[in-house]
């Protein structure tokens, strides 16, 4: 079996997913700092990875990790791990941890957010209509990365004052290219950060998810100050990096199929099936670190060995012929059945999948509504991801506003 690298600067994502793919349902791949593990590439052998007890999510099972092979100073430490949270623990113990998370996370109790995510995305607009006219605008920093931020704080109860940090060490956390000598302190600035938060919910709760994780560890469920602080960590991270990306790449994809978007705005094409299809064919997460198999388990007509490590490579596995059909490689937002599962699928599938999809089905018609005339304001081939392998993250996404509908043209 061909060992794959993925590229640490992710200049050519659709390619390596192709790539991939063309390697068959396990490849052999080589993560930025020399780390081998496998990654399953096509959808019905994903679904059926992460619902296998084989797969399991504690890193002692790794061999690589015991054999002491992982440095604390590799790039992708803070993904592979993590600390204890519901992402990294099994069966009971992830069960306890998540329950808190998905109650609060509801498709119901995400629709009494809709109120908040509206105004919010209100306030953006205004600030871009405010902008000089006529000139380019990031769009993802103006209008995609304000919103989900303040979304899931709120949600959590993390003060504003916080986000200019928080987007700091994120970005080292999630890159490749964060040099080795710099990943240690930024761990640990990320858990001095989200303790200080911890620590003041706890003197002064609040409604939010943050208070009520402490108030249940108070109350008997055994969440370990550990526990609440990563949880914390994870859902801040994972809350807006996915959306963020979402609502940029279905951006992208309008403004690339300008037939598509003719009938998206028209009403021909619900934005439901636009946001969809994103998720399929140009979804926000590329690759999740890391799983781990505690026996052999046949793939197709190779095998996941005991003890290594196992990555879901979303971005080859969401455009899989065998489950698409031949025109897997093309957005059609009027795809049905469109059964993806860019959210993962199994006990750990994400639990914000109902928030980032109410997000985004609230932010994009609205976006679009005050700027029909939006346009790139570089061609697309000029778009260039971020050195980060886990997401599908642009550095910018230039735009041309137009007139706002109801502006002096």
Request: hydrophobic share 40%; with cysteine; aromatic share 6%.
């Amino acid at each position: 079996m061909t060992r794959i690298a993925l590229d640490p600067f992710v200049r050519d994502l659709d390619g390596e997913s192709a790539a991939l793919r063309a390697a068959g349902p396990l490849a052999e791949v080589e993560l930025p700092g020399g780390v081998h593990v496998y990654a399953v590439t096509r959808h019905a052998e994903a679904r059926a990875l992460l619902t296998d007890s084989r797969v399991v999510k504690d890193i002692n099972v790794w061999n690589a990790w015991r054999r002491g092979e992982i440095p604390m100073d590799w790039p992708l430490i803070g993904l592979a791990n993590p600390g204890r949270s519901m992402l990294t623990v099994d069966g009971a113990d992830h069960r306890r941890l998540r329950t808190l998370v998905a109650q609060a996370l509801t498709v119901k109790r995400v629709e009494r957010l809709r109120a908040g995510i509206e105004a919010l995305t209100n306030a953006s607009l205004e600030k871009l209509a405010a902008l000089p006219a006529g000139e380019p605008v990031d769009l993802k920093a103006e209008f995609a990365y304000p919103l989900p931020m303040n979304v899931i704080s709120e949600l959590m109860g993390v003060d504003a004052a916080d986000h200019p940090r928080l987007k700091e060490l994120f970005e080292k956390f999630f890159s490749t290219q964060t040099p080795p000598e710099e990943v240690p302190q930024m761990m640990a600035d990320l858990g001095t950060l989200f303790t200080k938060i911890v620590d003041g919910k706890r003197a002064n709760p609040g409604d939010d998810l943050t208070s009520a994780l402490i108030a249940a560890s108070e109350n008997g469920d055994h969440l370990t100050d550990e526990e609440i602080v990563n949880t914390l960590q994870l859902i801040i991270a994972a809350g807006h990096e996915t959306t963020i990306s979402l609502i940029v790449n279905v951006v992208e994809a309008l403004q690339t199929h300008p037939e598509q978007r003719k009938k998206v705005l028209n009403g021909e094409i619900p934005w439901d099936g636009v946001i969809e299809e994103t998720l399929r064919w140009n979804t926000p997460t590329s690759h999740v670190l890391i799983r781990f198999a505690t026996e052999d388990i046949e793939v197709g007509d190779t095998i996941l060995p005991k003890g290594e490590g196992l990555i879901i490579s979303f971005g080859a596995l969401g455009r899989d012929e065998e489950q698409y059909g031949p025109t897997a490689g093309e957005f059609d937002a009027t795809r049905t059945p469109n059964r993806h599962i860019a959210f993962g699928h199994g006990p750990h599938v994400c639990p914000g999948a109902a928030l980032s999809r109410l997000e985004a089905g609230i932010a994009l018609p609205a976006l679009y509504e005050r700027f029909p005339e939006l346009d790139l304001a570089v061609p697309a081939s000029d778009l260039r991801n971020k050195p980060i392998v886990t997401q599908n993250d642009l550095h910018e996404l230039p735009v041309k506003l137009g007139c706002p509908f109801g502006g002096d043209a």
